[in-house]
């Protein structure tokens, strides 16, 4: 499903060129579930959002579904992203001035999904992440738990073929990122492919497998059996 | 997705009252003042333009010694005998004010006119009542507007109902809508011209003051053809002399109300420059709104950088946010345009006691006004939104949720470019105020070469009575002094040719001539420069001696006074001795320069008394004068005018100039303040982790301080290098219409430059001392 070869990313200052990616080579088959670890500054946020197609790559090649997508411009990324890619953030990244519902219906609303058709998927979804009776509430009514099932709900409601998810249960405790944990194998047992940045090696143990990641390099990678 | 944007914009405002309430506060302000700005200029571009034929309607005036708008009553019949083919043409006589009387009500009522048919054709006033073709054809007829009809006889029907008018009795004709007050030729009453004028009259030179004439010529009629037979016209009516010395001027009807070249307007014309000057003060109004707008809005893109991330990692593209964005401030500008047409019809009704003049809040649903609603609307829409939806559509979603967009260096400096450009309309607009009340104040207040303090000028209507009111007046413990006179220094309506052919002058020029007392010089303090004041003559006494002004005497080339002591010239055809020279005094506004004037004694012109008070006890006195003139006079109604008060008369344009200046100066000062109050409110917000740590590493609240407004102060300085010259050019140009004027001095820059520094103190202080004084412990945990 991806294929990235050689890929490259810089971040450069007046004064300090740092190497983010460094001809980084990865594959990631449909139906896969991978983590991807290392120390910070290692790439990993980086690499997701290369992924992501929120970031450009400087160098190398980016295929997603065999279709090479390093130079799609804005428009087509944008295309791209909100038909295939969920995305989830360890800070939630909800929008405080809308409600759950309202949230989670975004994204059908950028695909151009028909209102009385919206309203069906969010409930579906909603119900699925057990959030349907916070429905009207906004986000800073929620807690972190909460909103992270929001996130999660928002980032399915359009069935994408890929989620990206960014240190999911950093802002959450134990149970709760259990609970999150779980919803993302359930997903990923359901046929979408995820790829999560995480620094816990309990949930990365929840994947298929590991990539370790030094400099912007793969220095390991496990295979959870 | 619309429904969308509009719950997310509504929510947002909701979320951020204080940020909603600056704008939207500062926008309802800004488009309040623009409509207001754009209606009173309309108003009086508009000036003489309610007729259809305005355009094709010219008065015709006289440019002889000067440029007079009164000809002789001689000239209309003539044009209308030699040409037959003007579509209307009216003369007519004016009189400031006069005592009408019905029943036993007396009123002392304004703009009296006398007038023939043609005169309602021309100016097209609508009619109530009463036939427009045959109302004013009969001798001792009367038209009366609504508001004067409704004054008289309340809820009777006025036609045929007589008004006493001295001692003509006149009847009741009709009754037309009262006329626009955006008019040259302002009336109340029109009584029929035949009442007075029984035979036409044929002398070129016998002008009254006050008489006008007006035709209107037809559709595809060359003006200027007609203007050029006008010599050939006079040659034939009255001689190749008069011919040669002149000229008959066809004034376009727009253009009276702006053409200040002319003596004897009835309303002061003023400059259309003043009113462009006032569009363009609606313009910095509105664009100082505007730039509050796109401040606040991309100082506060960083705040909503996360959501923008957000939309664009869920699949929104840039046009979507954009369209987002838009929408948002398309909600703020219509809520601040609804409430600034709202604000507007308050500022209108009180614009007639702000500005005297009357607008009607119902202009604001004209079609044309509500088409520069929508134009505002529109422009305010594109201009303040287009620029922070740009900004805030353009953040990459991976910069978003690394918080890197607060860094955006190009955005920080439009903010600074645009604060200058606040500070420097701001200094402006102070500088302007500034020299504007400088320049009353020198007209109301520098010498004017006679004492017009506590003096009070009252009309004497019947001269034989004239005695017994000065003996009445010289008894008084209230009066301080008195004189009697065809008019204080500063009234000037009486013109004469003179000439000096013994001093080489033997050409007529014009003078003004005043007919005073032995009393004037010495009650109105004028200064002689030599020879002797004007003395009582008996009326045996044949000979004429005048007292002249410094002027004269110098268009007569001479610079000594003593020289010019017993030197003989001719006024209005008749040689007179110079027997006094006196100091130049201000008897027109200081929109002239001084012209020649004499002074003599002549015991008929005589009309008016000018009284100068006791400081103690004022009304008591004119009170006990109002009472004895009453007794003596009890045709009439008693009437005074304070002298300082009529010469602020003068002023009256530039006083509503100065009133609308100050009070938009007020508002677009107020308006920068809201914007500035807006971003030092969120620099605080956003700085409150480098205050907290400098405050850990040991900094002082003053320094704290200092950091807030130290940037502030710098770009307040840049402001006043931009404002000051422009300011400078913009007033100097505008003191050019003054014969007399202050002179530009730097102390007006100064308090400029103070005024705006301390403005933006007083705004930034809460905000800067709160976040100076706020506990680091807090700022930083909160971080």
Redesign the interface.
């Known amino acids: 499903m991806i294929k990235i070869t050689e890929l490259q990313k810089y971040y450069r200052t007046e004064e300090v060129e740092t190497i983010a990616l460094n001809k980084l080579s990865i594959d990631v088959k449909e139906g896969e579930f991978v983590a991807i670890m290392g120390p910070s500054g290692c790439g990993k946020s980086t690499l997701l959002n290369i992924l992501g197609l929120l970031d450009d790559p400087d160098g190398g090649s980016y295929l997603f579904n065999g279709i090479e997508v390093a130079d799609f411009n804005e428009r087509k990324r944008a295309d791209l992203r909100k038909h295939n890619i969920g995305f989830v953030f360890q800070s939630f990244n909800l929008i405080d001035e809308l409600t759950v519902f309202e949230n989670v219906e975004l994204p059908l609303i950028y695909t151009g999904v028909p209102a009385s058709e919206r309203v069906a998927r969010v409930e579906k979804v909603l119900d699925k992440m057990q959030i349907m009776h916070r429905r009207n509430h906004y986000p800073q009514q929620l807690s972190g738990g909460q909103q992270q099932r929001v996130a999660v709900a928002r980032a399915v409601v359009n069935n994408p073929k890929l989620i990206l998810a960014d240190e999911p249960t950093g802002n959450l405790d134990s149970s709760n990122g259990n609970e999150v944990m779980e919803l993302l194998t359930d997903l990923n047992e359901q046929g979408t492919t995820i790829i999560m940045v995480t620094h816990s090696e309990h949930d990365a143990r929840y994947s298929h497998r590991i990539i370790r990641l030094l400099d912007g390099q793969t220095v390991m990678e496990n295979i959870m059996i | ?1 619309i429904k ?1 944007y509009f ?2 914009a509504l ?2 405002i909701s ?1 951020n009252l204080s940020y909603t309430f600056l704008n939207i506060f500062g926008l309802t302000l800004g488009v309040a003042s623009c409509l207001t700005i754009f209606l009173i200029v309309r108003n009086e571009l508009n000036y003489d333009n309610s007729s259809s034929k305005a355009n094709r309607t010219y008065r015709v005036t006289l440019n002889a010694l000067d440029f007079n708008s009164n000809i002789s009553l001689a000239v209309l019949p003539a044009l209308r005998n030699d040409f037959p083919e003007l579509e209307h043409s009216t003369q007519v006589f004016y009189q400031p004010d006069a005592t009408m009387q019905v029943g036993q009500n007396r009123f002392r009522e304004i703009n009296l006119v006398l007038g023939d048919n043609q005169l309602t054709q021309v100016f097209e006033y609508k009619w109530l009542a009463g036939d427009e073709k045959t109302a004013l054809s009969q001798p001792n007829s009367v038209v009366l507007t609504s508001t004067i009809a409704k004054k008289y006889f309340g809820n009777t029907d006025p036609m045929g109902q007589v008004i006493k008018f001295g001692d003509q009795a006149t009847k009741v004709t009709g009754v037309i809508q009262d006329p626009p007050t955006n008019t040259s030729l302002p009336l109340n009453l029109i009584i029929s011209m035949n009442t007075f004028f029984k035979q036409p009259s044929t002398e070129f030179w016998n002008i009254s003051g006050g008489s006008y004439a007006y035709v209107v010529i037809p559709e595809h009629y060359s003006i200027k053809q007609l203007q050029s037979r006008m010599p050939a016209f006079i040659k034939k009516n009255w001689g190749a002399d008069i011919a040669k010395d002149a000229r008959l001027l066809m004034q376009p009807l727009r253009d009276v109300h702006f053409d200040q070249r002319y003596i004897n307007n009835i309303v002061t014309p003023t400059s259309k420059d003043t009113y462009y000057a006032l569009i363009g003060v609606a313009l910095l109004i509105i664009i100082t709104a505007c730039i509050n707008f796109i401040n606040l809005a991309t100082a506060r893109a960083i705040k909503r950088a ?2 923008v ?10 046009g ?1 946010l954009i369209g987002q964005f838009m929408g948002e401030i398309t909600i703020l500008v219509l809520t601040s345009v609804i409430l600034g047409v709202a604000v507007c019809a308050l500022f209108l009704a009180k614009a007639g006691t702000w500005m005297n003049i009357t607008i009607s809040a119902g202009q604001l649903l004209q079609p044309e006004v509500l088409g520069w609603i929508a134009a505002i609307t529109v422009s305010v829409i594109l201009f303040a939104g287009l620029y922070p939806a740009f900004v805030q559509s353009g953040f ?3 910069d978003s ?1 690394k918080n890197k967009v607060s860094a955006s260096k190009g955005g920080l400096s439009l903010r600074k470019a645009l604060v200058v450009a606040q500070f420097s309309i701001s200094q402006i607009m102070i500088v302007g105020t500034l020299i504007v009340a400088h320049q009353m104040d020198f007209f109301e207040n520098q010498d004017l070469g006679f004492n017009k303090d506590a003096v009070i000028s009252v009309r004497m209507p019947v001269k034989e009575k004239r005695e017994v009111f000065e003996q009445h007046l010289a008894t008084m413990p209230g009066v301080k002094s008195y004189c009697v006179s065809s008019g204080s220094p500063s009234y000037n309506n009486s013109w004469a040719p003179f000439s000096a052919p013994a001093l080489g002058f033997p050409k007529d020029n014009v003078t003004e001539l005043k007919f005073i007392d032995e009393k004037y010089t010495d009650m109105f303090g004028m200064t002689m420069l030599a020879g002797q004041k004007i003395t009582r003559k008996a009326p045996t006494d044949s000979t004429n001696k005048v007292v002249v002004n410094e002027t004269l005497m110098h268009d007569l080339g001479v610079q000594d006074p003593q020289k010019f002591i017993g030197q003989l010239i001719n006024v209005s055809g008749q040689q007179a001795t110079v027997i006094g020279v006196v100091k130049d005094f201000q008897s027109e506004s200081k929109h002239k320069k001084i012209r020649a004037c004499v002074l003599q004694y002549n015991v008929d012109r005589f009309r008016s008394a000018s009284i100068q008070l006791q400081p103690e006890n004022m009304p008591a006195t004119i009170a006990a004068i109002g009472k004895q003139w009453s007794q003596l006079f009890p045709d009439d109604v008693f009437k005074y005018e304070f002298i300082d008060e009529h010469i602020a008369a003068m002023y009256k344009q530039e006083q509503k100039v100065f009133t609308a200046f100050q009070l938009f100066s007020y508002i677009a000062i107020l308006i920068g303040c809201l914007g500035l109050y807006g971003l030092i409110s969120f620099a605080a917000s956003q700085r409150t982790k480098e205050v907290g740590i400098r405050k850990i590493l040991g900094a002082s609240v003053q320094s704290i301080i200092g950091l807030f407004t130290r940037e502030f102060v710098l770009l307040i300085a840049v402001a006043f290098l931009i404002a000051a010259p422009l300011g400078y050019y913009m007033m100097h140009k505008w003191l050019q219409n003054f014969a007399y004027h202050i002179t530009i001095g730097p102390a007006i820059f100064f308090i400029a430059i103070a005024s705006s520094l301390v403005i933006a103190a007083l705004t930034t202080a809460h905000q800067a001392v709160k976040a100076a004084l706020a506990n680091p412990v807090k700022s930083l945990r909160s971080e």
């Open positions: 997705m969308n719950k997310i929510r947002n979320r996360k959501e991330g957000v939309r664009k990692v869920l699949g929104a593209n840039r979507q990459q979603p991976a949720f």
